[in-house]
Structures are given as structure tokens and as C-alpha cells.
């Protein structure tokens, strides 16, 4: 198990109560499978795999007594979560969650030039170019901004002790970056695969990762 300590530094409002935050990707879509880059512009529903991992997620953890449940705008992130409803648990649903906007990209299948251009901006952003994006997307620095005001909102609640949050590839590299203060140029070390789990513990103004990139809900 990966465990690892961070003092949060984005995070202006002061939170005492100690909170458990799941964090999961949204299950499989199609365009998932057919490896067409969906974005923050894309909005797809799961294919049936994605439902299914969506059901292996609840069975798995229908017990835990989340407080409430946040999703982005987009609904394979509220299809993730659907059954969860029936537990009369509040969804809540923040923009702030929503996915990068991969601008030109969105809608298109993956090709060797488009490739060459994604990998370049990757790279970029590895080396702490975090301002640069494709044509008409957003960068890396963007969307953690966004990010860090839909963070506030979710800690705000301090009632709220076991929280899920349902969310997107890219933007939970950058979310988890921003929660850890792990810095944002380093987001690909956080791995991800649809409906993955990373489990996160709150305290005293620390995010402690408990479990990281955990599909072993998707086994069965």
C-alpha cells in the first residue's frame, strides 16, 4: 500500500474536523475504448463495461456511510455514482470537478501526428511549462485553479466526514496534486485506470493517501 504525508498550502479555509475523501474516475465509456480524447466538452455516458465497474464499485463500497457524493457536470461521472442515490445520499454536482478541455483534440480519435503533438505537451508540462496548452484548451495551471476553489467547497462542509468525489483522468492527477501539494508538474505520478480508487484521510491540516489507484473492487 502507497502511503505517503503532505502539508496542503492551497488551501486557505481552515478545516479542524477530520475527513475521509474517496476519490474514483469515472467508469468506462466508448470513447474511452475507442481511445477518442473526450475532454471537458465531451459529454458521454458509460458503455456497458463502465456500468459494470459503476456496479462493482457500489457493491464494494455501498457500506461505507458517505455524507455526500460530488461529481463534475459531465455524466459518466454522475453515472458512476447513480446507485448510490437510492441511499437518499446528497449529489452534489460542482464544474469545478469538470475534466481539462483538451480544445482541438476533443472528439478525435488519437492519431500518430496528434499523438506526437500530445506527448510534446506532456513533456512540456514535465518540465514546469504549466501555462501551455493544445489550440483552444486549457492549461494545466487553469484547471487547478478552478480546482482549488471546488476544493474549498467541498472542505467547507465540515460536517461532511466520508466524502466521494467521482471525477476524470487528468483532472485527478491535477486534483490530487493540488490536495497533496505534490507539485503539479509531477501529476503523471498519479496513476489511473477507469473506475480506480484513491482513498485520502484528512487531519489536522495534512492529506495522508491511503490507498492509491486501488481497482481491486474491479476483480471480482
Known amino acids: 500500500m502507497f502511503i505517503a504525508l503532505w502539508s496542503i498550502k492551497v488551501i486557505s479555509l481552515k478545516v479542524t474536523a477530520k475527513k475521509t475523501i474517496y476519490i ?3 467508469g468506462e465509456t466508448e470513447y474511452n475504448k475507442q481511445g477518442i480524447i473526450q475532454g471537458s466538452g465531451i459529454d458521454s455516458d458509460l458503455n456497458e463495461t463502465g456500468r459494470k465497474q459503476a ?3 457500489y457493491q464494494a463500497y455501498h457500506h461505507i456511510g458517505f ?9 459518466r461521472t454522475q453515472q458512476s455514482v447513480a446507485s448510490f442515490a437510492q441511499r437518499d445520499i446528497p449529489i452534489r454536482v460542482l464544474p469545478e470537478l469538470n475534466e481539462i478541455n483538451w480544445g482541438v483534440f476533443e472528439g478525435l480519435k488519437g492519431t500518430p501526428d496528434s499523438h506526437k503533438i500530445y506527448l510534446a505537451m506532456t513533456d512540456d508540462w514535465k518540465a514546469g511549462l504549466l501555462d ?13 485553479r478552478r480546482q482549488a476553489r471546488g476544493l474549498e467547497k467541498i472542505m467547507a462542509n465540515q460536517s461532511e466526514n466520508q466524502v ?5 483522468g487528468r483532472a485527478m492527477r491535477s486534483f490530487l496534486c ?23 484521510e484528512y487531519h489536522e491540516g495534512r492529506y495522508a493517501v491511503l490507498e492509491h489507484n486501488c481497482s481491486k473492487h474491479l476483480w471480482v
Open 55 to 57: 456496479e462493482q464499485f
Open 178 to 200: 493540488l490536495m497533496t501539494g505534490t507539485p503539479l508538474s509531477q501529476m503523471d505520478e498519479f496513476k489511473h485506470n477507469n473506475l480506480c480508487l484513491y482513498k485520502l
Open 132 to 144: 501551455r496548452s493544445v489550440e483552444d484548451g486549457e492549461t494545466p495551471n487553469e484547471l487547478q
Open 67 to 75: 455524507d455526500a457524493i460530488y461529481t463534475s457536470e459531465l455524466k
Open 164 to 168: 466521494l468525489i467521482a471525477m476524470h
Open 24 to 26: 474514483i474516475r469515472h
